[in-house]
C-alpha cells in the first residue's frame, strides 16, 4: 500500500535546498561568482524561513510537533532499528534531529553570508555594514557554520542508506521525487490557504535568488579585498 507523505511544497523544498547549498559550496566565495554565490544564499534563507512557518502550521508529516525528538523516542528507534518500519512514516527520531540541525545551520550559514555580502561596496539590498577589525571574524564564524551544515547534510545522507538497507521496501528515496511511502499511515494532504502558502514559499526564494544575480556585481568584503592586494604585493616581490 502507497501513502502520500510528502507534498509536492516539501519536496521542492528539499530540492532546492540540496542544490542551492551544493552549489553555492562548489562555488565558494569566487569574486566572479560572488552574485550567484550570495543569490543562493539569500534563496536559502529565505526557504528556511518559510519551512520554519510550515513546520508550525503545516501539513502532517511536516509540522515540527510530528518530529519525535525526545530522549525516549530516540533510545528506543536506535535499539530496535530492525523493527521500527512503519511507526514513523514522517520522519524518524534520528532524522528529526538531523532535519532540525539542517534548518538551524542553513539558516545561520545565510545570515552570516548577508552580514559578509553587506559589508562591501554594494551594501545589501541598501543596508551597509562595516566590520571593522573583524571582517576575518566573520568570514571566519560563515566558514564554520556551512562546514556545520555540510556535515548534517552527510548524516542525512547515511540515514538514508541505513534506512534504505533496514527498510528497503518503504521506498524512502524514491518518496522524495513522488511523495509516496510504501507503508499504512494517513496520508499528507495541503488545505487551501497552505497550497497559497506553498507558491509563495517557493517563488519568493526563486525571486530574490534571481534579483541578486541579475544586480550589479557584488565586491568582495574589505577583509577580502585585503588578503587580494597583499597577495599582488607578494606576486611582485
Known sequence: ????IWTWSTRLFHWLLAIGFVTAYILGGEEESLNIHAGLGIMIGTLVLFRILQGLSGPRYARFSDFPVSPASLKFFVTNMNQSKADHPGHNPLASVVML??????????????VIVASGEQGLFGFQFNPGSNAELFEGIHEVIVNVFLAFVVVHLTGILADTLFHPGNGTVFSMFTGY????????RL????????????????????????????TAGENSKTEQVNETDNDED
Open 191 to 218: 488545505s487551501t490557504s497552505q497550497k497559497i502558502f506553498s507558491f509563495f514559499w517557493i517563488v519568493i526564494p526563486l525571486m530574490l535568488f534571481f534579483y541578486m544575480v541579475s544586480s550589479n556585481p557584488i
Open 101 to 114: 540541525g539542517i534548518i538551524f545551520t542553513a539558516l545561520l550559514s545565510a545570515v552570516s553570508g548577508m
Open 1 to 4: 500500500m502507497k501513502t502520500y
Open 181 to 188: 511511502k510504501k507503508l499504512s499511515a494517513e496520508e499528507a
